[in-house]
């Protein structure tokens, strides 16, 4: 399997310290701020940004986790999911939610992840926050924040690998 990588552990830290910024100029600061990561690598680039917030803020935004398993509009046809624990130990009803995630392609993944927001409380407003925009949209969803726009065909997959899980950092595109 021929790979093309994208962006390096350097690149990867660079942009998620970019996203960190726009999130911080667009809201004026942290103040209303929540981050909450779709499971699985959102949440480790979610608690990325979190950590970059303290150290120009000087706090650290409530955190959550998302799984969004049983909002998937696909779930009858998965043979056994496998559903994760969901853990918002915070109340988002008029809160600014970042919603991060690695991959946009579709926009379902964040459909649900809305969906399931939703279902917690009604926040102030719902900001994404993405590591990579594919494109290739199957529904009126768009980033408010992306690390990098990078169309790839349908043949064409786009892995974000993180060190906590993966043991490399990188982000790199593959034939499927």
């Known amino acids: 399997m021929k790979k093309k990588v994208i962006l390096d552990k350097k690149a990867v830290d660079r942009t998620i310290t970019r996203i960190t910024h726009e999130i911080l100029e667009k809201n004026g600061g942290s103040g209303s701020l929540s981050l909450i990561g779709i499971r699985t690598r959102g949440v480790y680039l979610a608690n990325r940004i979190q950590d970059k917030i303290k150290s120009v803020e000087g706090m650290k935004p409530p955190f959550?986790?998302?799984d969004i398993t049983m909002y998937r509009d696909d779930i009858s046809k998965l043979r056994s999911p496998e559903v994760k624990k969901t853990e918002i130990p915070f109340d988002v009803n008029n809160?600014?939610?970042v919603l991060v995630d690695d991959v946009l392609h579709t926009g379902r993944t964040i459909r649900a992840a809305i969906d399931a927001i939703m279902d917690l409380g009604r926040p102030k407003k719902i900001q994404l926050a993405v590591l990579v925009d594919r494109g290739e949209r199957e529904l009126p969803i768009h980033p408010d924040y992306a690390g990098i726009i990078c169309p790839v065909s349908e043949h064409h997959e786009v892995l974000v690998r993180m060190s906590e899980i993966d043991?490399?950092?990188?982000?790199?595109i593959v034939k499927t």
Do not use: P
């Open 64 to 66: 959550g986790v998302l």
């Open 95 to 97: 809160m600014t939610v």
């Open 167 to 172: 043991g490399k950092e990188e982000v790199v």
